[in-house]
């Protein structure tokens, strides 16, 4: 089973969309009995609030749900042991998990948009409003994601 936790600073907006957008996308493939995904915070901020609204609007217009019940929650030292990948959404939260976990002596840190080829940050829809762009990105992302683990045999 691979293990994958999606990391943003408040867990309501780009590492839920993650999250929810990667199950999906397992689920079509026939391939959820292969995966556990989940996402969380570097932040305090937003601990136990629900995913943002303009993160539910664009899910459940391509179709996306499950995530109704989900709740900010903080990432911990543990996930460094828990998960297999632990991936970021911008170069902020990939220094903050960084600390957060003591380091990444095991290589499961990754920021999100290399698995597509780019060294580009996933866009934040808390400051820029624009909820499609992010989907794209997160998209764009996932699939790469799905892409490495195929060719890395995991």
């Known amino acids: 089973m691979v293990r994958v936790l999606f990391v943003c600073h408040g867990n309501i907006c780009r590492s839920t969309m993650a999250e929810f957008v990667l199950k999906d996308m397992v689920a079509k493939r026939g391939l959820s009995g292969q995966f556990h995904i989940e996402s969380a915070a570097t932040s305090t901020e937003e601990l136990g609030n629900p995913v943002y609204p303009g993160t539910q609007r664009v899910l459940r217009a391509h179709g996306i749900g499950g995530f109704e019940g989900k709740r900010a929650r903080q990432l911990r030292r543990a996930d460094c042991n828990d998960f297999d990948l632990i991936i970021g959404m911008d170069e902020a939260n990939m220094r903050n998990m960084g600390r957060m976990l003591g380091g990444d002596a095991q290589g499961k840190l990754h920021k999100l948009l290399e698995f597509a080829g780019s060294a580009r940050d996933v866009a934040d829809p ?17 699939e790469g994601l799905l892409n490495f683990l195929g060719a890395s045999g995991r």
């Open 126 to 142: 808390w400051y820029t409003g624009d909820f499609d762009t992010t989907y794209e990105d997160v998209c764009g992302g996932c």
